[in-house]
């Protein structure tokens, strides 16, 4: 059974750093691709951001272009987003996202981020 649990969410200041994880179970984590999406009030999600299998990284949106960084750690089955310099418009929801060849797209729960001072 595939499982992704996001954890780290919050409330931060304008201008903080935050660090929002996910652990994933039920497949083989090394080879996939991973990913984090946001979603606000009354929009869809969109994608933050991306790993490869190796590690390479690929940045999506304007909001937080080169602001937000994505890891994983392929012992420990965990993907991470660092954000830093965070701006009000980064508030929503961050989802952690994988497909499965053969089995298909998993979401995980989602954590609530809030950038407010």
């Known amino acids: 059974q595939v499982q992704l649990v996001e954890s780290g969410g919050g409330l931060v200041q304008p201008g903080g750093s935050l660090r929002v994880s996910c652990t994933a179970s039920g497949f083989i984590f090394s080879s996939v691709v991973m990913s984090w999406y946001r979603q606000t009030p009354g929009e869809e999600r969109e994608l933050v951001e991306s790993i490869t299998t190796i590690s390479g990284s690929t940045h999506y949106g304007d909001s937080v272009k080169c602001r937000f960084t994505i890891s994983r750690d392929n012992a420990k089955n965990m993907v991470y987003l660092q954000m830093n310099r965070l701006k009000p418009e980064a508030t929503g929801v961050y989802y952690c996202?994988?497909?499965?060849?053969?089995?298909?797209?998993?979401w995980g729960q989602g954590t609530q981020v809030t950038v407010s001072s």
């Open positions: 996202y994988t497909y499965v060849n053969r089995r298909g797209g998993y």
